[in-house]
């Protein structure tokens, strides 16, 4: 009698974590449907802001939150525009998509022009110029929210 027992209360387990799974992957596959909402934006459709700290820089945000964490953002910089050494916390992996970006690490700067990839881990220090001439546009993916902390050499 207790081998019954203790396979009827095994069987009910089992039935009950069975249940308990297709739930919740009924309920996952639901939600892709909102996920795959596509999103299409010209340039003249986005919000431009302007970048606190930043004169002569806009920026416009693609998907996510800067205030709250990993994003990605457009960013539009006046020919000739240059930000002093600064950090921001989160990392940023950037392309270049017109103009000239002038981006220095270490006193070493160095010349992007369109289609060129550049990283800056959070927290190092350097200074990011757009060469003058030309508007400069860039896209980044952000790793965190969004911040600029001007630095001291």
């Given at each position: 009698?207790?081998k019954?027992?203790?396979l009827?209360?095994i069987?009910?387990?089992?039935l009950a974590?069975?249940?308990?799974?297709?739930?919740a992957?009924?309920e996952?596959?639901?939600?892709p449907?909102?996920?795959?909402?596509?999103?299409?934006?010209?340039?003249?459709?986005?919000?431009?802001?302007?970048?606190?700290?930043a004169?002569?820089a806009?920026?416009a945000?693609a998907?996510g939150?800067?205030q709250k964490?990993?994003h990605?953002?457009f960013?539009k910089?006046?020919?000739?525009?240059?930000?002093?050494?600064?950090?921001h916390t989160?990392?940023?992996?950037?392309?270049?998509?017109?103009?000239?970006?002038?981006?220095?690490?270490?006193?070493?700067?160095k010349?992007?022009?369109?289609?060129?990839y550049?990283f800056?881990?959070g927290?190092v220090?350097h200074t990011?110029a757009?060469?003058?001439?030309?508007?400069?546009?860039?896209?980044t993916?952000w790793s965190?929210a969004?911040d600029?902390?001007?630095?001291?050499?």
């Amino acid at each position: 009698m207790k081998k019954h027992i203790r396979l009827f209360v095994i069987a009910g387990i089992s039935l009950a974590a069975a249940a308990a799974l297709y739930a919740a992957q009924a309920e996952k596959a639901a939600k892709p449907a909102a996920a795959k909402r596509a999103v299409l934006h010209t340039p003249s459709e986005m919000k431009w802001v302007d970048i606190p700290d930043a004169k002569g820089a806009k920026q416009a945000v693609a998907w996510g939150n800067p205030q709250k964490g990993p994003h990605g953002s457009f960013a539009k910089f006046e020919g000739g525009t240059g930000i002093p050494l600064h950090t921001h916390t989160a990392g940023g992996r950037s392309v270049v998509i017109s103009g000239t970006m002038v981006e220095g690490l270490e006193g070493q700067p160095k010349e992007l022009g369109p289609g060129s990839y550049f990283f800056i881990p959070g927290d190092v220090k350097h200074t990011t110029a757009c060469k003058a001439g030309a508007e400069c546009v860039i896209y980044t993916d952000w790793s965190g929210a969004f911040d600029l902390k001007p630095a001291t050499p």
